[in-house]
Structures are given as C-alpha cells and as structure tokens.
C-alpha cells in the first residue's frame, strides 16, 4: 500500500543527548494551496535544531510536511505551524526554520521561525 500523508509525527531517543549538534533538512518542494485563490504555493525549507531527548524521524516528517499539500495556509501561519509541532514534540534546545516561499504576484517571501528552549528556574 502506497504512503499517505499524515499528521503523526514520531520520534526516536537521541543517540548523544549529553552533547549540542544539529540535525538540519532541506525541503526543496514543499507545497501548500493559497488560502484565498486556491492556487498551490511552493516552498523551499530549510530546518535545523540541537535536538534534547529525542529526534524527529523522517520518514514520518516527510508524510507529515505532504498533509500541506492541499491546505490552505498563509506563509507565515504554516511556517509557524511546523514550528510549533516540532517544538511541541521534540522540545529541542534550538529550532530554527527559513522557509523561502516562491514569487507570486512578483513578491518572494522568507519566512524564519526561531526557537531556543529556557533554561528550568
């Protein structure tokens, strides 16, 4: 049976939570529907976060960024949607995401989210 999208995002343990390092993915063809004309918007991601306790695994990220395909979302709402899930379920120590949405009506737009995770205190 052929992958469908989906909203389920899973994760595995961290393999060396003692140390900082990014993990970083380019997405060079996601796609989303313009929430006013229909019309599907493309989309370059770059994403890269210090992952704490667990990592996002990717095959399930993949079938995660598909379910966009034909959603209508504004730039800066699905950008920071993606951001709040992934913080949501890996509470990395950084998160940061530049998506650089293709031109429309002569207008490119670059949309980057950052998150950095409080100290406890």
């Not at 504004?74 to 530049?98: G, S, W």
Request: glycine share 4%.
């Amino acid at each position: 049976m052929p992958s469908q999208p989906s909203k389920t995002l899973q994760t595995f343990p961290n393999p060396c939570p003692e140390r900082d390092y990014t993990i970083a993915f380019e997405v060079p063809e996601f796609t989303c529907l313009c929430p006013l004309t229909g019309q599907p918007d493309f989309a370059h991601f770059d994403i890269a976060y210090v992952p704490d306790r667990t990592c996002v695994e990717l095959k399930s990220f993949k079938l995660y960024l598909w379910s966009y395909r034909n959603e209508g979302a504004f730039h800066e709402k699905v950008t920071n949607a993606v951001a709040d899930d992934l913080v949501r379920l890996l509470d990395p120590r950084r998160l940061k995401i530049v998506a650089r949405w293709n031109v429309r009506g002569g207008i490119a737009t670059t949309v980057t989210v950052e998150h950095e995770k409080r100290p406890a205190p």
